[in-house]
């Protein structure tokens, strides 16, 4: 009976939980491309201001929610302008990235008209991805 349980565990995962050791790692190492403030407004630091306007928009994602994890006064959710301001591009534009991003990808969620989340179980390939990716660049 255990090991149905655990492999069940593997398989079937909460969308809205990162394990604690877990969450910690992943925020040590987003901490080279991105911060949030207490208010959930999004800071990249010089690496994050040289990401594609995709790439932008997943971090600022994975920024919030984590933010979030850590103190229910920020939002996981941002909206459209928020987005919008990130990227420097219109609502359409954006809208359209965030579409991608959603339905084509599973990255985020549409939470409701304009507004969008993570979908926590992305963050951590997404991340080590761009950790492989920064290795080789540098």
Known sequence: MQKNTDIKNRFIVDEDLLEKDSLNQLTEKLLKWVKVTKKGEIIFQPKGQLLSPDNKLRFA????????????????????????????ESSEATGSRMSKL?????????????????????????IEEMESKDAINS
């Open 61 to 88: 994602l994975i920024a919030r929610y984590i933010g979030h994890c850590f103190s229910k006064e920020i939002s996981a959710e941002l909206k459209v302008v928020e987005l919008r301001n990130i990227i420097n």
């Open 102 to 126: 959603g339905k084509k990808e599973g990255f985020a969620r549409k939470i409701r008209y304009g507004t969008y989340a993570v979908r926590p179980h992305q963050i951590k390939e997404f």
